[in-house]
Structure formats: structure tokens, C-alpha cells
């Protein structure tokens, strides 16, 4: 079955520590690979998107991740996080068009103690 | 630009009750989702209309849901009759025709069901 692992369920961290997030995926073929966020009480909102070309990204909020196909991984990172940074973060695949479904990770609940 | 929208945001009904939930996506996006999330596990996908018209509605659990987009704008999710698993939170999504480009999607901020 298709299916997204992330790596850590809840991820504790001291301000201006670095941020590594990391998830797998069981698919076979193109994918597209997404980080999502929801912090306290907001909606789900889009951090950043892998679709093809350069396997590292840029995305919102000084986030940045890594795609390593070869090990079917997808890497979320920040060099030195905030507190404003404590969040669910969620690592999400869809196949083919950008329209189709998308898979998610069962999400990484990280907290930031100031 | 409105975004997504889901009303209501929580609702708790009692085993064996219906609840509908509707989600307006933003206007003029043909593609509309929906999501669930029960308690502490990953969202899932429910289904997919592009229009008025579904996609795949490959994710739905079972035929007590009943999911609809007439005239292609907005969508109503229906429980009937609703039991506990159905406890979660529903999203909704909806993006643009992708027209060979990648056009993303956007979420509701959810409706929270609580099913006693």
C-alpha cells in the first residue's frame, strides 16, 4: 500500500537549535513531495514543494528541504529554529498531476522551549 | 481573496444521527477535496471532484457518507447515520485546473466532529 513515514513523532528543541525532519515514502515512479504545517489554531498551509529539477528547495519562513531519491527520502530542515516555529509539520506525496491526491505522513508535533 | 471555507467548526452529535458538513472552496478553483483526521493519525483522503463531478472517491469508508457538489461550487459531506469512528476532524481543499502547471492546495481550517 502507499504510504508516507515520517521519522519522528514529536520533536523537542531549544531555540536556535537546527531542525532536521525527515520522511519516507513507498512509492515507485514521479512523485511530488510536500512539507505542510499547521501551527495552533491555524489551517494546514503549505511550507514548501519538491515537483522535479534541483532536489534541494526553498521554501517559506527560512525552511528548506532535501530530496534523496535514491532512499525514497524527503528531509525538512532550518538552521536555527524559533519559537514561533512550534507546529505540526507534516510530510505529504501526491503521483502524477499536481491535481491528484495527496498522502500524508501522520505528522511531527515540534516544540520549541524559549 | 477568501480561502477555503468549512462550516460548521465543530459539531458533536450522538450516535446514529446525521450531520452534514459543507466546505466552499475558493472561487473559481474546479478541483475540491476531501480530507478526515482521526485522533492522532495521518490525514487521509476521502475524495476528489473536479467540478461537480467526482474524481476519485477512492478514500471514502463506507456508504454512510455521501459527498456532493452541485452546480460545481460548493460541497456538502453527509454522515448518515453517523457512528463513533466517524470522530475526527474533516478538511476540505480545493486548488485550480492544473492546466500542465503545479497548482496547490489550499485548505479549510476543518470542521472537528465529535460522534458520543
Known amino acids: 500500500a502507499q504510504s508516507v513515514s515520517q521519522h519522528n513523532h514529536h520533536v523537542i528543541l531549544s531555540e536556535a537549535a537546527s531542525l532536521e525532519l525527515g520522511c519516507n515514502y513507498s512509492?515507485?515512479?514521479?512523485?511530488?513531495l510536500f512539507w505542510y504545517v499547521q501551527y495552533p489554531g491555524q489551517h494546514l498551509q503549505l511550507l514548501l514543494k519538491?515537483?522535479?529539477?534541483?532536489?534541494l528547495v526553498k521554501g517559506i519562513k527560512g525552511f528548506e528541504a532535501e530530496f534523496i531519491k535514491s532512499k525514497f527520502s524527503f528531509y525538512l530542515r532550518k538552521p536555527s529554529v524559533q519559537w514561533s516555529d512550534t507546529a505540526e509539520y507534516f510530510c505529504a506525496v501526491n503521483r502524477g498531476s499536481s491535481a491528484s491526491k495527496i498522502i500524508f505522513g501522520s505528522g511531527t508535533r515540534l516544540s520549541i522551549r524559549p | 481573496e477568501a480561502g477555503v471555507t468549512q462550516f460548521p467548526s465543530h459539531s458533536v452529535i450522538e450516535k446514529g444521527q446525521t450531520v452534514t458538513l459543507r466546505c466552499d472552496p475558493i472561487s473559481g478553483h474546479d478541483n475540491l477535496y476531501w480530507y478526515r483526521r482521526v485522533m492522532g493519525k495521518e490525514i487521509k483522503f476521502l475524495l476528489h471532484?473536479?467540478?461537480?463531478?467526482?474524481?476519485?472517491e477512492s478514500g471514502m469508508p463506507n456508504n454512510r457518507f455521501l459527498a456532493e457538489r452541485t452546480g460545481g461550487t460548493y460541497s456538502t459531506l453527509k454522515v448518515q447515520p453517523a457512528e463513533l469512528e466517524d470522530s475526527g476532524v474533516y478538511f476540505c481543499?480545493?486548488?485550480?485546473?492544473?492546466?500542465?502547471?503545479?497548482?496547490?492546495?489550499?485548505f479549510g481550517p476543518g470542521t472537528r466532529l465529535t460522534v458520543l
Open positions: 481543499a480545493s486548488s485550480q485546473d492544473p492546466g500542465g502547471s503545479y497548482n496547490e492546495q489550499f
Open positions: 471532484f473536479v467540478k461537480e463531478s467526482k474524481q476519485d
Open positions: 519538491y515537483f522535479s529539477g534541483d532536489p
Open positions: 512509492y515507485g515512479g514521479t512523485v511530488n
